[in-house]
């Protein structure tokens, strides 16, 4: 696979507009020769895998596998898992965490410039927490049609009556975002905790 060692190695190549999806790989790569990482961009799957390590730490933390990291100028400014459980607080959520992680990082309640990934589409919490960030991009792996409100429920993120509005991509890795929850609740049942 073309990506199957470092994404960063191809960097230098990159001076070429193509948008490329396939079951495999989902980026977007834009003209740039400058080497901005601004505008370079990497492959979904790339962040989605660091978000989802994340939903994986929760697992092993026995909290509901959520991961999520936020991107900026080509790099992780935040990166954080659901802890609900352990803070025993309602909006510890894997993105209010690592929202406030990355308003520390970059000294703003500002998210202007940075990109949201998330291993599951967003609660109305979440979304307005990204709307309030002023979040231009989000990008979610699994569909949530019990509390998802981007897409399933509601559709917060797109709008117009809202003073700010995201770009999302959707589906990246779903298959794997959406396995580890269904997992995570297979074992809880069958340890007879939910
Ligand atoms: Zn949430």
């Known amino acids: 696979m073309l990506f199957s060692t470092s ?3 191809f960097f230098p190549l990159l001076d070429f507009d193509i948008q490329f ?3 495999f790989l989902h980026f977007e790569l834009k003209s740039d020769r400058t080497n901005n990482m601004d505008n370079i961009a990497v492959p979904h799957d790339y962040w989605m895998q660091k978000a989802l390590a994340e939903a994986q730490q ?3 933390e026995d909290e509901v596998p959520v991961g999520a990291v936020i991107v900026l100028d080509g790099r992780v400014i935040a990166s954080a898992h659901n802890q609900r459980e352990q803070l025993h607080d309602p909006t510890a959520h894997a993105e209010m965490i690592a929202i406030t992680q990355a308003t520390e990082s970059v000294g703003d309640w500002r998210l202007e410039r940075c990109t949201l990934y998330v291993t599951l589409e967003p609660c109305p ?3 307005g927490a990204i709307l309030q960030a002023r979040i231009p991009k989000v990008v979610y792996g699994a569909s949530d049609p019990k509390a998802g409100a981007v897409d399933s429920l509601f559709q917060l993120l797109n709008d ?3 003073n700010h509005e995201c ?3 959707s589906g990246i890795m779903a298959q794997e975002c959406g396995g580890i ?3 995570f609740f297979r074992r809880q049942r069958a340890l007879g905790k939910k």
């Open 167 to 169: 770009e999302v991509t």
């Open 7 to 9: 994404p960063l190695a």
């Open 125 to 127: 919490m979440c979304s």
């Open 21 to 23: 999806t396939s079951h």
């Open 58 to 60: 929760a697992a092993s």
């Open 160 to 162: 117009s009556r809202l």
């Open 181 to 183: 929850l269904t997992e």
